[in-house]
């Protein structure tokens, strides 16, 4: 054995949705924010994510997290999300798993029947709720950075698709998101193909004709991420939506093309950046609960605890609360003679 690399994680999911968590075997980052961490590993470790998330040690609906020291004195950790294609800025089914692989293993002290975390993630501090139960974690809620929406009923023109109406919102990511009944799509499960083909064009339409960027952090832009919402088909839920994550270029050419992967959970940001937009059309008050449901019939629930400004943008103070669950810890090697050091994608189930 040619050993190079040896990277220890901790496998676990959040209503559905992989999150590995990296716990040894990183090197060391730069950056005097964990954004900055972020932009380093992004510029010089950039094979770490893709030899974690591709095949033959990933797949294409995986997300992957590493554990970082906090650059804010007020954190007691930080993490940087890496998904198939791009670092998201925050992601709430990925902060629920690294909560509970913090908790769980250890890695930081629980306290029954809660604990209190500030965690760094690369969008800004995010304070934690975690209740706890016999050395477990059974439930994460969070106050999230702030939602805001920038482009409300504009429309759209999707190759292959026509002209659709969509809402462009920040929730810890940038959301394009329509109506699933604009494309004939159910967002379930069993429908992933067709929402993942659908929502692939939508993101890419929505980059070019409505690029956006924080302003707060020029350097964040999209949007990068799509959700298709409908209504609820359980009375427990305020709504339902699926996302996809994506893993590869969408080609104009090949409109139809399947270039990414149904996020298996509710999505903790997606679900942020909807009650955003709620909230800016007058239909969901601060204070009141908003149950999402994924494409899996998992759940997440939302608040909005008050409202400030980002910029010129009126936004919210969401909170969010989900389950995570820990499924296996694993040690991940690279040989030398290993003729995929950065992994690799196969067109049957990558595009």
């Known amino acids: 054995m040619h050993t190079t690399r040896m990277i220890t994680a901790v496998e676990a999911h959040a209503e559905g949705e992989g999150g590995r968590v990296i716990t040894g075997g990183m090197p060391l980052l730069r950056g005097a924010s964990v954004f900055e961490k972020m932009q380093d590993m992004q510029m010089r470790h950039d094979d770490i994510r893709t030899l974690m998330l591709r095949e033959p040690r990933g797949n294409p609906a995986l997300c992957c997290n590493v554990l970082v020291p906090p650059s ?3 954190a007691d950790a930080g993490f940087i999300i890496m998904e198939q294609t791009e670092y998201p800025p925050m992601s709430g089914s990925n902060l629920i798993c690294v909560t509970t692989v913090l908790l769980e293993t250890g890695i930081l002290p629980m306290t029954e029947p809660e604990t209190t975390l500030t965690l760094e993630a690369p969008a800004g501090l995010v304070t934690v709720k975690a209740t706890c139960e016999n050395g477990k974690v059974t439930r994460v809620a969070f106050r999230n950075v702030p939602a ?10 999707v190759p292959g698709y026509g002209r659709i109406t969509v809402d ?4 810890g990511m940038f959301f394009v998101t329509a109506e699933a009944a604009a494309f004939g799509i159910d967002p379930v499960a069993r429908n992933g193909n067709d929402i993942v083909r659908a929502s692939e064009a ?7 004709q409505y690029p956006v960027s924080h302003p707060e952090n020029p350097a964040i832009t999209g949007p990068t991420i799509a959700q298709l919402t409908a209504p609820p088909t359980d009375p427990e839920t305020h709504g339902r939506g699926a996302i996809t994550v994506s893993s590869g270029t969408y080609d104009p050419a090949r409109p139809h093309a399947l270039t990414g992967a149904l996020d298996r959970s509710p999505c903790g940001t997606a679900t942020c950046a909807k009650m955003a937009v709620l909230h800016a059309r007058g239909l969901l008050d601060i204070g009141a609960d908003y149950v999402n449901a994924g494409p899996l019939g998992t759940t997440f629930t939302g608040r909005i605890e008050s409202t400030t400004k980002v910029g010129p943008y009126d936004a919210i103070i969401p909170s969010l609360t989900g389950r995570g669950w820990i499924t296996g810890i694993s ?8 003729p995929f050091p950065a992994g ?6 990558w595009g």
């Open 331 to 338: 040690q991940h090697m690279l040989d030398a003679t290993d």
């Open 344 to 349: 690799f994608t196969v067109g049957d189930i």
């Open 148 to 157: 805001f929406a920038l482009h409300i009923g504009v429309p759209l023109e």
């Open 72 to 74: 804010d004195p007020l």
């Open 168 to 171: 462009i919102a920040w929730g």
């Open 202 to 208: 939508m993101r890419a339409a929505a980059a070019a």
